[in-house]
């Protein structure tokens, strides 16, 4: 499975931007779709969580209400919608796919994905 994140760039805090991830190689069906962030001098941490099987979403406490995970099957993508964007949103947004179906306890986890795409550069500055 190969992974395309895009929609990443500068925006001015209180905006908007809608990040995609394009699957190919394979059909994804039960797997789980992820996006991560990377924080310069930081670690990655999870953001959100889709479960293809059920439709699923989990989300960062912290970011709950501002950012939305969708899936679109006919495009094998998965969209990030970030609103209401602050400077502290500032960083590399990763999506991540599982093998297989994840169980809820372990989608916030980096070590539960097998596929990542490359990153898509978010900057979030008046």
């Known amino acids: 499975v190969q992974l395309q994140a895009s929609g990443g760039g500068l925006v001015q805090p209180g905006g908007s931007l809608r990040l995609s991830c394009a699957a190919s190689g394979r059909t994804l069906n039960r797997n789980t779709v992820a996006w991560f962030r990377q924080a310069p001098g930081k670690e990655r941490e999870f953001v959100a969580a889709?479960?293809?099987?059920?439709?699923?979403?989990t989300y960062a406490d912290s970011l709950k209400g501002r950012f939305t995970i969708s899936r679109d099957n006919n495009k094998e993508t998965t969209f990030l919608q970030m609103n209401n964007l602050k400077p502290e949103d500032t960083a590399v947004y990763f999506c991540?796919?599982?093998?297989?179906?994840?169980?809820?306890?372990?989608?916030?986890?980096?070590?539960?994905?097998?596929?990542w795409g490359q990153g898509t550069l978010v900057t979030v500055s008046s």
């Open positions: 991540a796919a599982s093998t297989g179906g994840l169980i809820l306890s372990t989608v916030r986890n980096a070590g539960s994905y097998d596929y």
């Open positions: 889709f479960r293809l099987g059920d439709r699923r979403q």
